[in-house]
T-cell receptor
Framework: GEDVEQSLFLSVREGDSSVINCTYT??????LYWYKQEPGAGLQLLTY?????DMKQDQRLTVLLNKKDKHLSLRIADTQTGDSAIYFC????????????FGAGTRLFVKA | DGGITQSPKYLFRKEGQNVTLSCEQN?????MYWYRQDPGQGLRLIYY???????QKGDIAEGYSVSREKKESFPLTVTSAQKNPTAFYLC????????????FGQGTRLTVV
């Protein structure tokens, strides 16, 4: 079945890079997403990558996709305290139509 | 400003009562969704609507009901049949069902007391 897995916690020092990892099971996924959720708020789409791409860079964010291993990562360069949030990985599976499957979210703690 | 608005932000319900969560969007989006978020779990889809007057069950629809009488509005009713309703509820919308980008509301935290 479809599944998205990610570690639940990550702690980094301010100024360091953060790397959040995600694995998914549906090899027919068309889009993979990273969402950010700040405390008590909804989800904000950070970036997404189409399944035929290996990498996408957007300012401090770099997304890497290894389609063979079904592994997606989000790298945040020069992590700031304002980056503290929960980061959700999600895939749009081709099976069952439009359905988007979310991971449990990785809580990023940034220490000053 | 265009956006998607959920209200209220916090909601308390007594056991056995129905309660309705509001979701309104002025983005002219056709598709709208309701998700439930529990600690340590990903978002789970409750109901979705592709277009006005149409809606479909998601993965965990039991104990919930929705309506889509207007394009802008997709209210969710949590009924007394929902055995574990305490959760954070998120509403989202997208231009169409197949669209890549979904916009989320700020969420409603429902607590059963």
């Amino acid at each position: 079945g479809e599944d998205v897995e990610q570690s639940l916690f990550l702690s980094v020092r301010e100024g360091d890079s953060s790397v959040i990892n995600c694995t998914y099971t549906d090899s027919s996924s068309t889009y993979l997403y990273w969402y950010k959720q700040e405390p008590g708020a909804g989800l904000q789409l950070l970036t997404y990558i189409f399944s035929n791409m290996d990498m996408k860079q957007d300012q401090r964010l770099t997304v890497l996709l290894n389609k063979k291993d079904k592994h997606l990562s989000l790298r945040i360069a020069d992590t700031q305290t304002g980056d503290s949030a929960i980061y959700f990985c999600a895939e749009r599976a081709n099976t069952g139509g439009f359905k988007t499957i979310f991971g449990a979210g990785t809580r990023l703690f940034v220490k000053a | 400003d265009g956006g998607i608005t959920q209200s209220p932000k916090y909601l308390f319900r007594k056991e056995g009562q129905n309660v309705t969560l509001s979701c309104e969007q002025n983005l002219n989006h056709d598709a709208m969704y309701w998700y439930r978020q529990d600690p340590g779990q990903g978002l789970r889809l409750i109901y979705y609507s592709q277009i006005v007057n149409d809606f479909q069950k998601g993965d965990i629809a039991e104990g919930y009901s929705v309506s889509r009488e207007k394009k802008e509005s997709f209210p969710l009713t949590v009924t007394s049949a929902q055995k574990n309703p305490t959760a954070f509820y998120l509403c989202a919308s997208s231009m169409e069902l197949q669209n890549t980008e979904a916009f989320f509301g700020q969420g409603t935290r429902l607590t059963v007391v």
